[in-house]
Nanobody
Framework: QVQLVESGGGLVQAGGSLRLSCAASGRTLSSYSMGWFRQAPGKEREFVAAISLSGGTTYYADFVKGRFTIARGNAKNTMYLQMNSLKPEDTAVYYC???????????????????WGRGTQVTVSS
């Protein structure tokens, strides 16, 4: 069983940057395509970004395109989300998630991800 732990969240001013990390234990991420989701207060959890198992294909929500970058780490148990030009509306708890398979194609669909971290809070002040 793979366990996921997010880190790197915090408080940042609008226009600033943060880099979220997702670390796996128990198993490597070499069998999983990965995703980032977020949930703002009073809102449903939503898709942010996803990367295929191979790392060759990435998907982004329209509201983060050009600002966020998802990447797999050189170590097979890490994954990242680089967030630039942050806006107050990016404030949310960010979750990393793992989906078995998806070597070529990642997924935007939440229920396809069976492994989840506990989340890391990102707060962007105006």
């Amino acid at each position: 069983q793979v366990q996921l732990v997010e880190s790197g969240g915090g408080l940042v001013q609008a226009g600033g940057s943060l880099r979220l990390s997702c670390a796996a234990s128990g198993r490597t991420l070499s069998s999983y395509s990965m995703g980032w989701f977020r949930q703002a207060p009073g809102k449903e959890r939503e898709f942010v970004a996803a990367i295929s198992l191979s790392g060759g294909t990435t998907y982004y929500a329209d509201f983060v395109k050009g600002r966020f970058t998802i990447a797999r780490g050189n170590a097979k148990n890490t994954m990242y989300l680089q967030m630039n030009s942050l806006k107050p509306e990016d404030t949310a708890v960010y979750y990393c998630a793992a989906r078995e398979g998806g070597e070529i194609m990642p997924s935007r669909v939440e229920y396809e991800y069976r492994k989840w971290g506990r989340g890391t809070q990102v707060t962007v002040s105006s």
